[in-house]
């Protein structure tokens, strides 16, 4: 059984900044994708990032580009979300997932969510004053 953990989440104040970690495993395919996600009351879960594990392709939602940034550690199989200039409308419960369908690959687009196959529980990021 494959089971993500987050960590990382919090307070924070505006324009401040924010690394989400992801520990991952129990994987049993080599290639598989991995997606983070955030959710507010009321909204569709929407992915902010996602990576490949096969060649490090990574792609990211409008908003958070240029300000966000995912990365995978291969050592121990953690997948980082760094945020920065973190505003108000970032604030969220941020979730990690992962694709492990055959012919998985990373894309961020509505409705997204549909095809991961595991999640963490999710961690609170607050972003104020």
């Known amino acids: 059984q494959v089971q993500l953990v987050e960590s990382g989440g919090g307070l924070v104040q505006p324009g401040g900044s924010m690394r989400l970690s992801c520990a991952a495993s129990g994987f049993t395919r080599e290639y598989y994708i991995i997606g983070w996600f955030r959710q507010v009351p009321g909204k569709e879960r929407e992915e902010v990032a996602c990576i490949s594990s096969s060649d490090g392709g990574q792609a990211y939602l409008d908003s958070v580009k240029g300000r966000f940034t995912i990365s995978r550690d291969n050592t121990d199989n953690t997948v980082h979300l760094q945020m920065n200039s973190l505003e108000p409308e970032d604030t969220a419960v941020y979730y990690c997932?992962?694709?492990?369908?055959?012919?998985?690959?990373?894309?961020?687009?509505?409705?997204?969510?549909?095809?991961?196959?595991?999640w963490g529980q999710g961690t609170q990021v607050t972003v104020s004053s």
């Open positions: 997932a992962t694709d492990v369908n055959p012919g998985a690959y990373c894309d961020v687009r509505s409705g997204s969510y549909s095809w991961y196959d595991y």
